[in-house]
């Protein structure tokens, strides 16, 4: 499956206890009271917890930092310190959490609503209340807080593609993901640039999705010409396709039939998952050919649409199409 993995570094921090506290009864004519120092509060857990409705790790690359609060320090007359709440970080469900450093696996987030104490907060340090004998009634001594723990965290998920882009080679779908992506796919002025499918994450609003760059498709490539058509494989499971063609093509109409031919080749289900046509490279296209290019034959449900990853043009709307493409 057209398997890409998201990932992300952070690093949480839970935390320490409070210090227990030293500290003696005072009474009216009770010069030397006994011990009353309370304990310290326990720190904050950073607690990590599957939430069905996230789909991505995107937000981590934002924000790296989880840190738990620590326990309230223990007080005289024997009042203990309150404990920390803890810090929760919601994964979404699929998330592999490795140790940074080791790579070694801690927890597989694999359900929703499922916790993992991840960093343990310190325990409260004893007061000198409780260190109180029959020997030593008036002790000096109490318990610092436990430092809480500490670790780095590699976060993985494997995605599946929801977008895939498809076109003849050198199409430009390659540079379309780069400017929609923070992905940095291979670009060249050569066909075959892209070997193997490539996967990114665009946003458009609150909406994040993957998209998938593939190879360049040829005609012939379900015979086994250029790449082939195995690659295609990784994009069964998307739930929308976009063909790409330039717009300075010689014959943009028949680019579009042999495009969805070689697709059919594959599977109806494939062929039948195109949504769109995306005229790409509008910013070398003669102006005077852009109202034949608008005019071109193309069956009325695919929406047509005209891009420019170079200015930058009709990128923000594709965006709104592909997303709108997803929610049916
Ligand atoms: N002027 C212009 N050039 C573009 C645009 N988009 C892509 N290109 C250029 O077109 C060439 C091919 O772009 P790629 O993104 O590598 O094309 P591809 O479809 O991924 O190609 P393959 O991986 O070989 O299938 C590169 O030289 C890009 O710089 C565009 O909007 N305007
Ligand atoms: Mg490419």
Redo the contacts with the bound molecule.
Sequence with gaps: MAHFVDEAVIHVKAGDGGNGCVSFRREKFVPRGGPDGGNGGRGGNVILFGDKSLTTLLDFHYRASFKAARGQHGQGSNKFGKGADDVVIKLPVGTVVRDAESEELIVDIIEDSQEFVIARGGRGGRGNAEFATSTDRAPRRADPGGLGEERTLKLELKLLADIG?V????????????VISAAK???????????SPILGIAKFGDKSFVVA?????IEGASHGKGLGISFLRHIERTKAIAV?I?STSSDPASDFEKLMDELQTYSDDLQGKVRMVVF?????LERSKMPELKRLEIPRKFKKHF?????GNGIEELLGLFAASLKK
């Design positions: 882009l076109g003849f080679p050198n199409a430009g779908k390659s540079t379309l993901l780069s796919p291979k670009i060249a002025d050569y066909p075959f640039t892209t070997l760059d593939m190879p360049g498709l790409l330039e790409t490279k509008t910013d070398l891009i420019s990853a170079v200015t």
